[in-house]
């Protein structure tokens, strides 16, 4: 049984369209694990703050990603309340997970720590 709730083709291709860079996807496939800040993303995809910030609010406007301020720092992380999350999670399922990143972030110093 399919427990996937159906979406609009409209939908779907308007989804499909802003994962399909491999910028944005990997930043999903992250985030299902690990809750990121700009700053982090800007050491894993080695691009520039503008640009990720751009990436980020493009997620951010259809409301996939949401933020939570902790200090000076504003870190993401899928929103999970989304109506179309089961639709992302089935996507995100099939794609390798991307922990390496992450243990590199740590190993380098760079992985952002509020507690």
Known sequence: MNTIATIDVQRA????????DPTRLTMMKLLKSHECCVCEFVEIFK?????????LR?????ELVKEERK?????FSINENHE???FIQSILEQLPEQ???IAELEAQ???ISCN
């Open 71 to 75: 200090g000076q720092w504003i870190f």
């Open 13 to 20: 291709s308007q989804l499909l369209k802003l994962l399909g």
């Open 109 to 111: 110093g760079l992985r």
């Open 58 to 62: 493009r997620l951010r406007d259809i």
């Open 47 to 55: 691009m520039s703050q503008p640009a990720i910030s751009q990436h």
């Open 84 to 86: 179309d999350f089961p």
């Open 99 to 101: 922990n390496e990143s």
